[in-house]
């Protein structure tokens, strides 16, 4: 006996991927900012802050760069 999934089964578990890739890419762009790739607060008027921090995932010392025309944050390794 073959089992029938639904279409509107099929539809909502696609549905349900494509927005989990979509938050995982914008969510790992927000957080990484535009550095030297040529994008964001880098390629503009950015300015270091007084933020330092240690980044969870490397473990590098990263400072917080703000670009005042964008309101853009910029994170770059220290």
Not at 20 to 38: C, D, M, P, Q, T
Request: charged letters at 25%.
């Amino acid at each position: 006996m073959t089992t029938v999934v639904p279409l509107v089964e099929v539809l909502v578990i696609a549905g349900v991927v494509v927005l989990i890739v979509v938050g995982v890419v914008v969510g790992r762009e927000r957080y990484r900012g535009g550095g030297a790739g040529g994008r964001g607060p880098a390629a503009g008027g950015a300015r270091p802050t007084a933020e330092i921090f240690i980044d969870p995932e490397t473990g590098r010392r990263m400072r917080v760069w703000f670009d005042d025309r964008t309101g853009q944050r910029d994170y770059r390794p220290e």
